[in-house]
């Protein structure tokens, strides 16, 4: 079964540090590349950041760069976001999401169950 | 950054409806447009993937049309279960970004 298993969130106070997890099985993940989107309590879908299959291309928003760090260790089948000076706008659930590709139809067909980020002092 | 642009943000309709939600890009992202899903406290489920492909399993009802700037989705005949906040996403850009949401409630 294809699956994505996100962990790492938790209570953290302005300014710190987290790294968010995400356990891929049931797939070539070095094949695909993935993202990770946000969801604010109670708001819609934010798009955070991706990395190729690689890992050698990296991309983020605006609201995270110079922040956050996307990596992935396709010998263990797992992404990261490495999340720096977290901020209480960072408070979200955090998704990682592996994206498909039909011939150059990109869409993100895998969802993992999501993990709490809560920046608060 | 392409900016996507939902409309409405909210609606209201009865089971057996046809509805149709649009979603606008900022420029044009070909057909560069999926649709997603999303009902409380679960992760988004994708129906629609470059403007107007059906997602495996998902059911015949949802259809997705457009290019360019302005995109559609269509639920031909509501079912209870498709009470739910669905999202536009663009992968035209490598900085993917989604419209705001529709959340499509029983009336």
């Keep these: ?121 | 950054d392409i900016q996507m642009t939902q409309s409405p943000s909210s609606l209201s309709a009865s089971v057996g409806d046809r509805v149709t939600i649009t979603c606008r890009a900022s420029q044009s992202i070909s057909s560069y447009l999926n649709w997603y899903q999303q009902k409380p406290g679960k992760a988004p489920k994708l129906l629609i993937y470059a403007a107007s492909s059906l997602q495996s399993g998902v059911p015949s009802r949802f259809s997705g049309s457009g290019s360019g700037t302005d995109f559609t989705l269509t639920i031909s005949s509501l079912q209870p279960e498709d009470f739910a906040t669905y999202y536009c996403q663009q992968s035209y850009s490598t900085l993917r970004s989604f419209g705001q949401g529709t959340k499509l409630e029983i009336k």
């Design chain 1, 1 to 121: 079964e294809v699956q994505l298993l996100e962990s790492g969130g938790g209570l953290v106070q302005p300014g710190g540090s987290l790294r968010l997890s995400c356990a891929a099985s049931g797939f070539t993940f070095s094949s695909y590349a993935m993202s990770w989107v946000r969801q604010a309590p109670g708001k819609g879908l934010e798009w955070v950041s991706a990395i190729s299959g690689s890992g050698g291309s990296t991309y983020y928003a605006d609201s995270v760069k110079g922040r956050f760090t996307i990596s992935r260790d396709n010998s263990k089948n797992t992404l990261y976001l490495q999340m720096n000076s977290l901020r209480a706008e960072d408070t979200a659930v955090y998704y990682c999401a592996k994206e498909e590709n039909w011939n150059d139809d990109l869409a993100f067909d895998i969802w993992g169950q999501g993990t709490m980020v809560t920046v608060s002092s």
